[in-house]
């Protein structure tokens, strides 16, 4: 029994883990901040345009392949998931930085696709590594805690961008060297923080979750407003360190939301007889259920002999198992339609203000209103999915269909503008496109169980990617050209004539998001497939296993040392 509260007590909690994993959030997106930087790499090193698009591809590759990472967290502990994140990040940025300040020989244009791919492959590492541990301390908050560890990272963008101006001043070359030490240290220092607990049952776990989120959305608050400021006036090196210290403090604010729960826990611990232990809850439900016997303990066969005999909804797939269930395969149709079209129109976002004729300056603003309300979608449909779970039974995939449905209207506003359109569009696919990944990360592991999740949540992301290079690319941009060429056309010129092809005007995009909105419409019907199939599932009580499974709020939080890891089934 622990005779006194202490610092120690506080760092092995479950809650300071939150509070550790929230700030490893804050440094895993770097790969928001390339169009700062881009331009010292393709000055510094005389690439043209196309070389630069080749980074930015492998950029995008490197951030969206996370299977590697959950492979390893299967046969790894969590501190070596986080440690290899760590050393990958270094590595990559910090090598691009000697490339761009002329520290060592210009490298090989391979060679910087590899650099720039390994640095953003480092953040799947620090996802997975807090991300999934998160999930399974607390897996009846999952969709709460998804949407906020989801929303740090879509301000992670901001909080560096300022950070870099207080500590560099205005020098986008020196971003690169922040890129690679500042999420790499919060990844070594929080290494060993980072871990499985068991899952313990607290009355007031939700409300805690939602001073969290009050936090962050002051925070997200705060950030939008400096970041209009200085778009209007000049910030002095001074003006730029004291919001930093502004940020930096309200970064630091849910960790004393987390020594006040540990206090908590530990008042309680020393008064146990004030509440009732999971056990004698769980006694009483069984006196009034019958419970199943236990299942019988199967005999270990080979990865291939079960993919088709598959557990109920909820329990333990096997890697093979889900990524082969006509569910997930439902799943990554409809993350495809959506994530790829909300893709498209974030990476086009400059070249349709350029189109439409907004001034330079404006285009930026389009940036930032994507990114906060980025955030505000995260937070939104993890709240809000969780809370129409508990309450009335609503399955989650129903609320998937809506946001898709929603963000149908923003790509009708891009193919079908008026006056400040754009602005209202980039609200609404900023947050359509931040509202998609928690709800995907959480259906996931409430369908195919928690025993692979830092596979399989990695897996259902590749459909982003892969949406972004059909929709972008072979749609976006083919018929972005051929309006441009029309023009030219017009003009009695040919393509040899110019040096890039530029198309103003608002039939440029249009039917290229006439496309967006009829495939994420699509999206959201393919999502209505797996709103009937899950119906039934979600109707019951989907942590009921978890909360049967808790210990009693007053004994200690450690897990004992799995003895199967390692030898995970595929």
């Not at 989120?213 to 730029?240: C, D, G, N, P, R």
């Not at 502004?246 to 006040?260: D, E």
């Not at 799943?331 to 976002?349: K, M, Q, R």
């Not at 296993?545 to 595929?570: C, L, Q, S, V």
Request: glycine fraction near 8%; proline fraction near 4%; charge should be positive.
């Amino acid at each position: 029994m622990t005779t006194s509260f202490s610092g120690v007590q506080v760092g092995r909690g479950r809650w300071f883990t939150i509070f550790a994993s929230f700030l490893i959030m804050t440094g895993a997106g770097a790969t928001y901040l390339f169009g700062i930087y881009s331009k010292q790499i393709k000055a510094s090193l005389g690439y043209d345009q196309t070389t630069l698009n080749l980074m930015g591809f492998f950029k995008d590759l490197g951030a969206n392949v996370g299977v590697f990472s959950g492979l390893i967290a299967e046969v790894t502990p969590t501190w070596f998931v986080l440690l290899v994140g760590s050393a990958m990040n270094f590595t990559g940025y910090f090598m691009i930085w000697l490339a761009v300040t002329g520290k060592i020989a210009k490298p090989k244009v391979w060679h910087m696709c590899a650099y720039i791919c390994i640095g953003a492959n480092s953040q799947n590492f620090a996802n997975t590594g807090a991300l999934v541990t998160c999930v399974k301390n607390f897996p009846e908050s999952r969709g709460v805690m998804l949407g906020l560890l989801k929303g740090f990272v879509g301000l992670s963008g901001a909080v560096m961008t300022q950070l870099y101006l207080a500590i560099y001043g205005n020098d986008a070359v020196s971003l690169i060297l922040l890129i690679a030490w500042f999420p790499a240290a919060l990844s070594v220092v929080f290494v060993y923080t980072i871990r499985t607990m068991k899952v313990v049952r607290q009355p007031n776990e939700l409300r805690v979750f939602y001073h969290f989120l009050y936090v962050s959305i002051v925070l997200a608050l705060f950030l939008m407003a400096i970041t209009v400021i200085q778009k209007q006036i000049v910030f002095s090196h001074e003006a730029y360190a004291g919001s930093s210290v502004v940020i930096s403090f309200m970064l630091f604010v849910p960790l004393f939301i987390a020594i006040r729960e540990e206090l908590l826990l530990w008042n309680l611990k020393k008064h146990p007889d004030q509440y009732i232990s999971t056990a004698e809850e769980t006694e009483k439900i069984q006196s009034k259920e019958v419970v199943a016997p236990p299942p019988e303990e199967k005999v270990e066969t080979s990865c291939f002999a079960n993919i088709f005999d598959k557990p109920p909804r909820g329990e333990d797939y096997t890697i093979l198992q889900a990524l082969l269930s006509i569910d997930m395969l439902i799943l990554f149709l409809a993350t495809l339609c959506g994530l790829g079209a909300s893709l498209t129109a974030v990476d086009n976002l400059g070249q349709i203000g350029e189109a439409l004729g907004y001034p330079a300056r404006t285009v930026s603003t389009f940036v930032s209103l994507v990114s906060i309300w980025n955030y505000f979608g995260r937070v939104f449909s993890g709240f809000v999915s969780e809370a129409l779970i508990v309450r009335y039974k609503v399955p989650r995939p129903l609320m998937m269909t809506f946001v898709l449905l929603f963000s149908c209207v923003g790509h009708l506003l891009i193919a079908f503008p008026g006056p400040g359109s754009v602005y209202v569009a980039s609200i609404i696919i900023g947050f359509t496109f931040g509202a998609q990944l928690p709800l995907l990360f959480a259906i996931i592991s409430e369908l195919f169980g928690l025993k692979y999740y830092s596979t399989l949540f990695n897996c259902g992301q590749l459909a982003s990617p892969l949406g972004s290079y059909i929709l972008n690319v072979k749609v976006a941009g083919l018929l972005y050209d051929r309006e441009a060429l029309k023009e030219l056309a017009k003009q009695g010129l040919d393509r040899s004539s110019v040096k890039e092809l530029i198309c103003i005007g608002p039939h440029c995009y249009r039917l290229s998001f006439i496309v967006m909105a009829a495939v994420t419409f699509f999206g959201a019907l393919v999502s209505l497939i797996l709103v009937g199939r899950t119906r039934e599932f979600y109707r019951g009580d989907i942590y009921k296993k978890f909360r049967e499974a808790a210990i009693d709020i007053t004994t200690d939080a450690e897990t004992p040392k799995d003895k199967n890891r390692g030898k995970g089934n595929f």
